[in-house]
Structure formats: structure tokens, C-alpha cells
């Protein structure tokens, strides 16, 4: 098979994101309606209280063509996690699958570290209003590391087949330091 | 109606001389019984970094079964590795739990890792030793037990038993971390595991233990007992903020069991407080209960959480 590249189709730069994000368009998920195709993607923001960065979820709706913006997320589409939870500095990327009337969000939660800058898990967050807002299902991730599955676990990609749900996910192995 | 009678204390890190990374400390202490001594594991700290900062490692004291009084030998070296660079355990292996299987012996312990917007987070692995629990060796570069929906963070204070087939893991969750002036503080709840190998582990997503104090009070060193038909639980429990000096320092408690879900808290009934004056007068904690020749004895952590060590209560009256 081949693909046939359309060219860039959105830029974040070009358009006012929720959450005071600036730049990056990352991930794009797509969930696609009647007459539209909303597609998420991770943004960033700056948290003000040290320079860090912030991963925040959005989406644009575009026409099928994809060639017009026809709506962008105005406000937050998921509360990043509170203070020590495994999403309080981002969601970076989000899959969404329609479940019923819901639209189910399996996110990639990270949050800082000390001696390696990142740990992250899978949290879910559901919608009930076509997937402009979700909800937090509770503090802690659904999917977190394991025995042999020791860090990093994140990037869940969910598939229901034959009513079964299935998930892709990564972990890490471990972390080396080059210095 | 029981009581606790306090024999004193029993071991006393600042003792030990010739061990880099144990400086002070002796917390949570969890014992394995053998034909003339008991070992006694516990956790320890070297001196802080120059950033002011611990790791804790886990070590034992084997005391005279005879005279629990005499030290009979304290390990030359940690009961285990601190993890590599972004694993859980990186920062201390606290507290361990033991417990025979078979031929070897088990240990499910806390591993801590650093983080920025709070202090640490905390997860629970499991190693193996097949030399009488002299060392181990982890079964994974990852937590057993880990975090899920409802228990999101600081997964701590792991108590390994075994009843009939199954194995029964206490351990500890945290609620939220509460900001106390600049200083985030933990608060935890008790929480319960099932499995039937050990390693593959059922939440049962429930908090065991009412709490007493405040909503927020933070709970600890759930360790579970047999007697006398019933399931008896000693913990240990705190305030949320200034906990650190007497008045809302840890203290005992007492909870009741006949099926190990449903429990009934009675404080009052625990037996045990701080003394008045002394190496506990400020403050108890970390409560495990071991019967021996006839006796059931009760170590504990006196002020600031075992800095200075641990020692024994033996039991007056019976557990009903």
C-alpha cells in the first residue's frame, strides 16, 4: 500500500486555544461524525509557576474535505489531575472510542519527576456531550506500571472487538542516563 | 479486655557501628520467626544528602529468641537494591513485610520514587529469598501492586498474610495530598488486596477503617492477627497537619474482624498510648503483633517514627 500525502492541514499557531495553550498540535485522534471530523490533539501551555510546559487536550472540527475549520475547542475538554495524581501536568495523547452514547477518552497522564523528568499512566475520562468536554472517571490511572512493565506505561490506543476491549499501550523498559 | 505491658526498647540503630547506610532510624518493623532467634527487618536511613534528602533501606536485627532483649547480629548489608534511575523504588525500599513460602521467604515492601509538585510517590514490589531471608531478590523492575482509579497515589505500609489458601495484602492508599503552608502532606487510608499466588492481586476498593479524628486523619501499619476466632487489626493513625510533635502525633488503634472486609474500630479497646515519659512519650506507630513461646508481643515505634528504634509490649489478658 501508499499513502498520498494532503499537506498539513491545521495549525495551531493560526487559531485561539483553550487552557492559554500556544503552540503544538500533537497526536491527532479522530473521532468523525455525520458531517464532520473533530480531531483531538495535544497543546501546550506554560505553567506560569515555573516555565515548565503543560499538556492539554483540544480538538478542531473540520469539513470532511478537511480543508476548513469549522469549530475549535473553547474551553477545556479535560481537567489535567490534582495535586500528586498521574495527569497533573498533562494529557499527552488522548484515544477516544464511542461507547453507547458516550465517547470514551483513554488519556496518557504524566506528571514530573525528580531524577528522570517523566512517569505517566492511562487514565479514562468519558463524555456525554459528543466529546466536547470529558469527565475524569477518578484520581488514578486504569492502566499503571506492573512487575514487568516497570515505567511509562502510556499512549493506550483502544479498539472494542466483538465487544471486547482491547488496548495498545507502551511501557518503558527503563531509563538510561547519557551524560 | 487486654492490655499492653511495655517492656522497653529493644534495638536501637544509632548502636550499630560500621554500616554506611544506617545511620538512624528503625521503622516498621515486621518479624520472621526461627528456631532460635527471630529477625526482626526493618527500616533505616543513612545520613541525608546535601540537599537534606533520605533514601531508606531495609535491613534486620535477629534477637536471642530466648532473651529478645540480646542482639544476636544485625545485617552487614540492605535486604535489597534500591531500584535504577526512573524505577519505583529508586529512592528507598520502606516499609518490607515478610512472610515463608515453602522453602524461601517473601517480601512485599514500598518503594519511593521522587516527584516534583509533591514530595514522593510510593508503590509496593515483591522479592524472593532463598537464603532465610538474608537477602533478596525482586521478582520485576516494577511494582506488584500498584495505582488504580480509586487509589491514585502512595501505594505504602504493605502487611503480608496468609489465611487458609490465600494470600491477604494490607497495605496503605493515598486520599489526596493536602497543602499544609508551603509543605504537601499525605493522606492515606487502609485499604486490602486477595490473591491466590501472590502476585496477582484483587483490590478490594474499599476503606477498611473509619476514620476517627478528621476526615482527613491518615492511617497506618495495618497489621492483621488470628485469635480467638476473630481478626484483629492494630494500626496506627495521625492527624493531617502538625503531626510531628505529640498532640497530633501517631497513636495506636484497634480494629475487629470475623470476615476481614467488614471491621469494627474500637480505640478505645487498643491497650497501648504513649507513656509518660520516655522514648514513646510522644508518640506510637507502626504496631506488629508476633506470637512466641506462649506469648504474644506487640514492636513499636516510639518518637518521631522510629528514629531511635523500636520496642516490645507484651499481651495481658486475651484478644476477644
Redesign the interface.
Known amino acids: 500500500m501508499k499513502w498520498t500525502k494532503l499537506g498539513k492541514i491545521f495549525d495551531p499557531t493560526q487559531h485561539r486555544l483553550p487552557n492559554d495553550c500556544v503552540q503544538f498540535a500533537q497526536a491527532p485522534q479522530a473521532l468523525v461524525f455525520s458531517d464532520f471530523v473533530r480531531i483531538y490533539f495535544s497543546t501546550r501551555a506554560v505553567d506560569k509557576s515555573n516555565g515548565k510546559y503543560l499538556s492539554h487536550i483540544a480538538f478542531v472540527d473540520m469539513r470532511k474535505d478537511f480543508r476548513h475549520v469549522i469549530g475549535i475547542s473553547d474551553k477545556a475538554v479535560i481537567p489535567l ?6 495527569d ?2 498533562g494529557i499527552f495523547p488522548m484515544s477516544v472510542v464511542r461507547h453507547g452514547d458516550t465517547i470514551l477518552g483513554y488519556t496518557c497522564g504524566w ?6 523528568s517523566v ?1 505517566t ?1 492511562v487514565g ?1 475520562a468519558i463524555s456525554r456531550d459528543d466529546g466536547r468536554t470529558f469527565q475524569r ?6 492502566l ?8 511509562l506505561v502510556g499512549d493506550g490506543f483502544v479498539k472494542i472487538i466483538g465487544g471486547v476491549f482491547h488496548m495498545w499501550y507502551i511501557f ?1 523498559t ?4 547519557f551524560s | 479486655m487486654f492490655r499492653w505491658r511495655k517492656l522497653g526498647k529493644v534495638f536501637t540503630p544509632q548502636d550499630i557501628v560500621g554500616r554506611s547506610w544506617l545511620k538512624e532510624f528503625a521503622q516498621a518493623p515486621a518479624t520472621l520467626v526461627f528456631d532460635d532467634f527471630v529477625r526482626v527487618y526493618f527500616s533505616c536511613r543513612p545520613p541525608a544528602d546535601a540537599n537534606g534528602q533520605y533514601v531508606s533501606y531495609s535491613a534486620y536485627v535477629d534477637l536471642d529468641r530466648a532473651d529478645l532483649f540480646s542482639v544476636r547480629r544485625v545485617a552487614e548489608r540492605p535486604i535489597l537494591d534500591l531500584g535504577g534511575v526512573g524505577e519505583f523504588d529508586e529512592f528507598g525500599t520502606y516499609p518490607v513485610s515478610v512472610i515463608r513460602d515453602g522453602g524461601q521467604a517473601r517480601a512485599y515492601y514500598a518503594g519511593w520514587t521522587r516527584c516534583e509538585s509533591v514530595p514522593f510517590n510510593v508503590a509496593i514490589g515483591v522479592a524472593t529469598s532463598i537464603d532465610q531471608g538474608e537477602t533478596f531478590t525482586k521478582c520485576g523492575n516494577g511494582p506488584v501492586l500498584s495505582y488504580s482509579p480509586d487509589e491514585p497515589f502512595v501505594l505504602s505500609g504493605p502487611k503480608i498474610r496468609r489465611f487458609g489458601e490465600a494470600w491477604y495484602l494490607w497495605y496503605i492508599a493515598g486520599r489526596k495530598w493536602k497543602m499544609v503552608g508551603e509543605r504537601a502532606e499525605p493522606v492515606y487510608k487502609i485499604r486490602m488486596a486477595r490473591s491466590l499466588d501472590g502476585i496477582h492481586w484483587n483490590k478490594v476498593n474499599k476503606d477498611l477503617i473509619a476514620s476517627r479524628v478528621e476526615e482527613d486523619e491518615a492511617q497506618a501499619s495495618p497489621d492483621v492477627f488470628y485469635a480467638n476466632g476473630k481478626y484483629h487489626m492494630f494500626f496506627c493513625y495521625r492527624y493531617s497537619i502538625d503531626y510531628r510533635g505529640k498532640n497530633n502525633g501517631y497513636r495506636i488503634g484497634y480494629a475487629s474482624s470475623t470476615d476481614l472486609i467488614e471491621w469494627t474500630r474500637e480505640d478505645a479497646k487498643a491497650g497501648i498510648d504513649v507513656s509518660a515519659e520516655g522514648w514513646d512519650a510522644e508518640m506510637i506507630s507502626y504496631p506488629h503483633v508476633f506470637e512466641l513461646d506462649g506469648v504474644t508481643y506487640m514492636a513499636y515505634l516510639g518518637d518521631q517514627v522510629g528514629r531511635y528504634g523500636f520496642g516490645l509490649a507484651a499481651l495481658e489478658g486475651t484478644l476477644d
Open positions: 489531575g490534582g495535586l500528586g495524581c498521574f497533573e501536568h506528571s514530573r519527576r525528580v531524577s528522570v512517569e499512566g479514562l472517571i477518578a484520581d488514578g490511572p486504569v499503571t506500571a506492573s512487575l514487568h512493565e516497570p515505567c518503558g527503563g531509563w538510561k542516563r
